[in-house]
């Protein structure tokens, strides 16, 4: 794998601006906000940010590429309704270094699951668009099955968000090919 796996800085504003504006062009359903909303925001809003997902109990990842490019994003924060479970937001990856053959979308995920267990937490959730057959296959081969519960889309009330659970155990057996 020609790609490194990082946290997001507290210094590294400018570059979380950066690729957050790239997905909300590449896959703007997948995010609960506009690109023309993102780009108006501040310097202060993005330092914010990158403190946000620096907390204790947060983590932020980026897949960086040979030249030091950032090409993918996965965060973890607490679930804030079910205790001991940690929600996976701000999953993103450039769709040149797409696929199962470059491995981006694995070891982020692998890195956040590592990091889950030793947190201790029982289960890892998610919110997948209705439209975003690609992203759900994923989590389907990864092991993560629909709950039943979904709830409107935060940019189109008519769109459904449908959730997506994997419980964990702290072994790692939770991870299918």
């Known amino acids: 794998m020609d790609y490194r796996i990082e946290r997001i800085?507290?210094?590294?504003?400018?570059?979380?601006r950066k690729v957050r504006l790239a997905q909300l062009l590449d896959t703007p359903l997948a995010f609960g906000e506009t690109h023309e909303d993102a780009s108006r925001h501040g310097?202060?809003?993005w330092m914010a940010r990158c403190g946000w997902v620096n907390e204790p109990d947060r983590l932020g990842l980026v897949a960086v590429d040979a030249a030091g490019e950032w090409v993918a994003t996965m965060l973890s924060v607490p679930n804030r309704s079910q205790p001991g479970a940690l929600?996976?937001?701000?999953?993103?990856?450039?769709?040149?270094h797409r696929?199962?053959?470059r491995g981006v979308a694995d070891a982020?995920?692998?890195?956040?699951l590592a990091w889950a267990r030793v947190r201790g937490a029982g289960r890892m959730l998610?919110?997948?668009?209705e439209a975003n057959p690609?992203?759900?296959a994923f989590y389907l081969r990864?092991?993560?099955a629909y709950t039943g519960q979904e709830t409107p889309y935060a940019l189109d009330a008519s769109a459904r968000i449908l959730e997506m659970a994997l419980p964990l155990d702290r072994a790692g057996a939770d991870r299918p090919g």
Not at 9 to 16: E, S, T
Not at 108 to 112: M, R, T, Y
Not at 126 to 129: A, D, E, I
């Open 9 to 16: 800085g507290r210094a590294d504003w400018q570059r979380l």
């Open 134 to 136: 690609r992203a759900a």
């Open 108 to 112: 982020l995920l692998d890195a956040v």
């Open 99 to 101: 696929g199962r053959g």
């Open 43 to 45: 310097e202060g809003e």
């Open 87 to 96: 929600d996976l937001i701000g999953v993103w990856v450039a769709p040149a």
């Open 126 to 129: 998610l919110g997948v668009h």
């Open 142 to 144: 990864r092991g993560f």
